[in-house]
T-cell receptor
Framework: QKEVEQNSGPLSVPEGAIASLNCTYS??????FFWYRQYSGKSPELIMF????GDKEDGRFTAQLNKASQYVSLLIRDSQPSDSATYLC????????????FGPGTRLSVLP | EPEVTQTPSHQVTQMGQEVILRCVPI?????FYWYRQILGQKVEFLVS????????KSEIFDDQFSVERPDGSNFTLKIRSTKLEDSAMYFC???????????FGAGTRLSVL
């Protein structure tokens, strides 16, 4: 049974701070890692994906992957109130056409 | 920007009735998925579809569920006899070949009364 774990939160940070979201996964064969943002009542929206160990930066977002520790994280710099949402970690294998296994999500609240 | 389109946005039905949820994936995408999310819970995989057949399905996807791609654009999820516990958001996703990135539609909220 493939499992993806996240702290459910809520994680509260002040506006302008760095928000750090964490995710662990059980399947060592996982190769592809995704962060989605989900506003209440809305669909998941892709923020970032990462395939290789290390850091990947895109604007205010940085994804970090450590396959040896089976750990992936998302850092949000200069957090804005509009970043307040639930962040979903999703994992799948290397091949195309494989379903995602989602974590339960971490609710982030950015306080003005 | 191309997007996955789902209809209806909200479907209300009586227990035991059949429902069909519709999705139009992004054109030229080859892999299609249905996921569901019960209120307050995580997104769960239901079924994947490629080359006009089911690739993989979860234990949730029992005999009451079926999927079809009746033409070149639509991708449907049918629930034959709905149960109260089928109430959830249902998301369709599509994936291009060689990209391994899934794009989600806005979802259909199914309410079974």
């Amino acid at each position: 049974q493939k499992e993806v774990e996240q702290n459910s939160g809520p994680l509260s940070v002040p506006e302008g701070a760095i928000a750090s979201l964490n995710c662990t996964y059980s399947d060592r064969g996982s190769q592809s890692f995704f962060w989605y943002r989900q506003y209440s009542g809305k669909s998941p929206e892709l923020i970032m994906f990462i395939y290789s160990n290390g850091d990947k930066e895109d604007g205010r977002f940085t994804a970090q992957l450590n396959k040896a520790s089976q750990y992936v994280s998302l850092l949000i710099r200069d957090s804005q109130p509009s970043d307040s949402a639930t962040y979903l970690c999703a994992v799948n294998g290397y091949n195309y056409g494989q379903n995602f296994v989602f974590g339960p999500g971490t609710r982030l609240s950015v306080l003005p | 920007e191309p997007e996955v389109t789902q209809t209806p946005s909200h479907q209300v039905t009586q227990m035991g009735q059949e429902v069909i949820l519709r999705c139009v994936p992004i054109s030229n995408h080859l892999y299609f998925y249905w996921y569901r999310q019960i209120l307050g819970q995580k997104v769960e995989f239901l079924v994947s579809f490629y080359n006009n057949e089911i690739s993989e399905k979860s234990e949730i996807f029992d005999d009451q569920f079926s999927v079809e791609r009746p033409d070149g654009s639509n991708f449907t999820l049918k629930i034959r006899s709905t149960k109260l516990e089928d109430s959830a958001m249902y998301f369709c996703a599509s994936e291009a070949s060689a990209k391994n990135i899934q794009y989600f539609g806005a979802g259909t909220r199914l309410s079974v009364l």
